[in-house]
Antibody
Framework: QITLEESGPTLVKPTQTLTLTCTFSGFSLSTSGVGVGWVRQPPGKAPEWLGVIYWDDDKRYSPSLKRRLTITKDTSKNQVVLKMTDMDPVDTAKYYC????????????WGQGTLVTVSS | DIQMTQSPSSLSASIGDRVTITCRTSQNINTYLNWYQQKPGKAPQLLIYGASSLQSGVPSRFSGSGFGTHFTLTISSLQPEDFATYFCQQSSGALTFGPGTKVDIK
């Protein structure tokens, strides 16, 4: 059974760096083809893909946010970490950790999400 | 960037109704199109991948079709648990989601 759980601050100030951790179980990020990503969703709006990291440490980022994002993994801890710099109130959203499926670019498992508010 | 639209933005339907939601893209994306269902306060759930393949565990009343720039999600007989918001997502270019279609009770 695959599960993912996000953890991190619920409130950050403008210009600060957001760090979120995804702890997962039911699969290994050292297995060929596996990818774990991040998706965010502002309140009342559509989801927005942020990026993904693969078993071989290959990474893909949203072109519009690439300069602000870093995704890393700790395979031994079954964790993936998202860092987003220069946070702004428009970055207020629920941030989801997701497991990338093997049929293409679908996300077949999602964490419950964590709401991050950006405010001074 | 590939732009996405969904229609309608919302609809009201009754139990047992056949419901069709449309997703259009600004460029040809072949069949790189997925559908998700989201209930209030919950994470999206994958329903359909590759435009027409049913995700494991998803009821067969859900079906998807389309190719290129025009796609549809059909619920053959709406059930109480199907009242939710539905998003399409393309994976041909930089991943993007459609704006969503809210299905509520008539």
């Amino acid at each position: 059974q695959i599960t993912l759980e996000e953890s991190g601050p619920t409130l950050v100030k403008p210009t600060q760096t957001l760090t979120l951790t995804c702890t997962f179980s039911g699969f290994s990020l050292s297995t060929s083809g596996v990818g774990v990503g991040w998706v965010r969703q502002p309140p009342g709006k559509a989801p927005e893909w942020l990026g993904v990291i693969y078993w071989d440490d290959d990474k893909r980022y949203s072109p519009s946010l690439k300069r602000r994002l870093t995704i890393t993994k700790d395979t031994s801890k079954n964790q993936v970490v998202l860092k987003m710099t220069d946070m702004d109130p428009v970055d207020t959203a629920k941030y989801y950790c997701v497991h990338k499926g093997f049929n293409g670019w679908e996300f077949d498992y999602w964490g419950q999400g964590t709401l991050v508010t950006v405010s001074s | 960037d590939i732009q996405m639209t969904q229609s309608p933005s919302s609809l009201s339907a009754s139990i047992g109704d056949r419901v069709t939601i449309t997703c259009r893209t600004s460029q040809n994306i072949n069949t790189y199109l997925n559908w998700y269902q989201q209930k209030p306060g919950k994470a999206p759930q994958l329903l359909i991948y590759g435009a027409s393949s049913l995700q494991s565990g998803v009821p067969s009343r859900f079906s998807g079709s389309g190719f290129g720039t025009h796609f549809t999600l059909t619920i053959s007989s709406l059930q109480p648990e199907d009242f939710a918001t539905y998003f399409c997502q393309q994976s041909s270019g930089a991943l993007t989601f459609g704006p969503g279609t809210k299905v509520d009770i008539k």
